[in-house]
């Protein structure tokens, strides 16, 4: 039987471990991608969020403040989820802060369609100085004196006292104890729409299987997802990974989309996300 023809899909996400252990099934080879030759395109988040703004990759890691600005040409995979469950961003500085202090410092943010600046903003209650840095440049340019605070995303959650930096807020706890325990919906993956039901179902499906694979082979999904952890040993990466990659990964359920409801909801009443804004899931 003669297989089709193979369609070329550009895949973005993050060069971080969960990212990676997600698409290690892919990566590896183990998981059957036919009809399709996947491109992985590894770019920063806010990178990837203002790429898919432009619909350029068939299939992206997005955060999900981003996502309420691309509904129109994405769909949100139900798999795929970086959702913080009683953790998430955290901001962190020189010397101890309150919330006060924080909306006069200068803060560094890892971009202002990430998660973790919708949430800052929603904890804060009002606008705040901020710059955007490279998340991965964050911690140096707080511990510099180059601004004030920093916003912090992905494995600088458990680096930060190495540079003797101050816990100030945990976002995804403090999100959880607001809602009565629901996550923090961070990030997601989104495919484009003009694949067509059909690809869109079948993308989904591979990238399930990937986290699938993962999960089931994580001795060697961990190996994989080493090569992307920056300062992190192979204890600090299985615990950044089991932060980011479980049970939420495999499908948002009931508790996790109404998060996401609730979070753009909020995100609404302070302008960051537009009214008209509408979730639609590959189910």
């Known amino acids: 039987m003669t297989r089709p023809e193979t369609s070329l899909v550009r895949v973005g996400h993050s060069p ?11 990566a590896s080879g183990a998981v059957d991608t036919a009809p399709y030759e996947i491109e992985q395109i590894l770019e920063d988040i806010e990178t990837l969020n203002r790429r898919a ?7 992206s890691a997005v955060s999900i403040h981003a996502y309420a600005h691309l509904t129109g040409g994405y769909a949100l995979m139900p798999c795929g989820a970086s959702m913080g469950d009683g953790y998430g961003p955290c901001v962190v500085a020189r010397s101890k802060m309150t919330p006060g202090d924080l909306t ?16 800052l903003r929603l904890f804060l209650g009002q606008e705040f100085p901020h710059k955007v840095v490279p998340f991965d440049r964050i911690l140096d340019v707080v511990e510099a004196g180059e601004a004030d605070a920093g916003l912090i995303i992905h494995e600088g959650q458990l680096t930060y006292g190495r540079q003797e930096l101050e816990l100030i807020t945990d976002l995804g706890l403090w999100w959880g104890e607001r809602t009565g325990g629901l996550p923090l919906p961070l990030g997601g993956n989104v495919v484009r729409r003009d694949l067509g039901s059909e690809g869109m179902m079948r993308l989904t499906g591979i990238l399930r299987e990937s986290i699938e694979y993962g999960l089931a082979n994580r001795k060697a999904a961990l190996d994989y997802a080493m090569d ?3 300062g992190l ?5 299985d615990r950044f990974v089991g932060m980011y990659v479980n049970d939420w990964t495999l499908d948002y359920g009931d508790r996790g989309r109404r998060s996401i409801e609730r979070f753009l909801d909020e995100g609404r009443t302070v302008g960051l996300v537009p009214r008209n804004a509408t979730v639609q899931f590959v189910d």
Request: hydrophobic residues 45%; negative net charge; without cysteine.
């Open 104 to 119: 006069r410092a200068t803060i560094a943010v890892p971009g202002t369609m990430t998660s973790a600046f919708l949430a």
């Open 53 to 59: 703004t432009q619909g350029q990759l068939e299939v």
């Open 233 to 237: 040993d192979r204890e600090l990466t």
């Open 228 to 230: 992307f952890g920056r």
């Open 16 to 26: 971080d471990p969960d990212d990676a252990f997600m698409f290690y099934g892919i």
